[in-house]
Each structure stands twice: as C-alpha cells, then as structure tokens.
C-alpha cells in the first residue's frame, strides 16, 4: 500500500497547454517534497512546502500544500518540452526523520 | 559545491554474488538514505544513517546492509544476490534535521 497517491500516472499533453498533478494522502505529513527524474538520473528536487496552506511558485510551476497537510498538488502553466520527466511527490511524517514516503509518479511528456 | 556522488553508475552482477556501492554525500550533510526504485514499485526506502547511526530502516530483507562513516561517506551492501535486486539504487543527502533530500545519479544493478 502506498503511503502517498499521486495522480494521474500518465499525462500527455501538446505545448502550451496547462496542467495539474495531485498527491493525496490520508496520513499527515510534517512537510511535502516534489522531484523531476529524468531517465537513469536521480531525482531533483523541486521545491519544499512545510506549511498547511502554503503555496510556492517556481516560474511557471506553482505548488500548493493542503491545509491539513495531507494533500499537495503541482500546478504547470504553459507547459514546454523542457518539461517532460517523472514528477515525484515524497512526504515526510514527523515521527520518521530522515525518511521520505514517495508517490509512485507522474510521467509527464510534453509534445512540441 | 559538489553535490551527491554515487559509484559505480552501472553494475552487472551474477545471481549469488555480492555488491557494494557507495554514496557521498553533499558537504556538511550528516544523513544519507538510500532508495530502491523499480517500475513497478517505485522508489522504495531502505534505511538512513545519521552521524554513522542508523536512525531509519525499511522493510527490506536482510540481505541489505549498510554503513556510514565518520565523514559521512555511507555505503549499502547486498549479499546473495537475485534477480529482483535488479534496480536503481539511489542515495540522498541531507542535513538530517531538516526533510530537503538532495539524490545521487544512481547506481544501475543489473542482476544476471
């Protein structure tokens, strides 16, 4: 069973076009992590959200933290080539530092 | 800075053998975990070692061990090897006591 829900685990999309990708829980987290994994690299970080009701921008990239933090989501506008890759979404709870709880992904791929 | 170097990048190992890989971390960082990923399972935690303690453990057979040492260097061992260990093992960096996780490229295993 997975800890984090990630959704949808495919996306394909023209240029140009905007779209959202969602992580769901039913546990608490203390803070939420996305990534980017491009094939046979590891994953980079995007951005760290530790606040219910937080939400950070990144250019084109917005990320929102739910409020009960249990939920985040990623949010791309005008999505580019550039960005197609693995989109990860990992959570830590409070009572496992050190330990990230990953989603299992969203393949995202933008067509020119 | 430099950021997490993994070695070796790729690896080909018969069934029944050994392997060690190894993992150093970013500067000042004094936690590295270490993740399985596969397709069909995605990234799976395997343990962390904080200052050459290990603080976290995954729910991983024996055969997986690892260590860290004194300048924070860790590395993961798993013996008898089979071929579902084939994967990308990933290792992360962090301060340890705040969640930002900082990926390694990966090692590549291929079980034979």
């Known amino acids: 069973t997975q800890l984090l829900e990630q959704s949808p685990q495919f996306l394909s999309i023209q240029e140009g076009e905007n779209l959202t990708v969602y992580c769901n829980s039913s546990?608490?987290?203390?803070?939420l992590q996305w990534y980017r994994q491009e094939p046979g690299e590891g994953p980079v970080l995007l951005v760290t959200?530790?606040?219910?009701?937080e939400v950070k921008k990144l250019k084109r990239l917005t990320f929102q933290f739910g409020d009960a933090r249990k939920d985040s989501s990623l949010h791309i506008t005008a999505a580019q080539p550039g960005d197609t890759g693995l989109y990860l979404c990992?959570?830590?709870?409070?009572?496992?530092?050190?330990?990230?709880?990953f989603g299992r992904g969203t393949q995202l791929t933008v067509w020119p | 800075k430099a950021g997490v170097t993994q070695t070796p990048r790729y690896l080909i190992k018969t069934r029944g053998q050994q392997v060690t890989l190894s993992c150093s971390p970013i500067s000042g960082h004094r936690s590295v975990s270490w993740y399985q990923q596969t397709p069909g399972q995605g990234l799976q935690f395997l343990f962390e070692y904080f200052s050459e303690t290990q603080r976290n453990k995954g729910n991983f057979p024996g055969r997986f061990s690892g260590r860290q040492f004194s300048n924070s260097r860790s590395e993961m061992n798993v013996s008898t090897l089979e071929l579902g260990d084939s994967a990308l093992y990933l290792c992360a960096s962090s301060h340890g006591t705040n969640p930002e996780a900082f990926f390694g490229q990966g090692t590549r295993l291929t079980v034979v």
């Open positions: 546990s608490v987290f203390s803070s």
């Open positions: 990992a959570g830590e709870e409070g009572s496992t530092l050190g330990r990230l709880y």
């Open positions: 959200v530790v606040t219910g009701g």
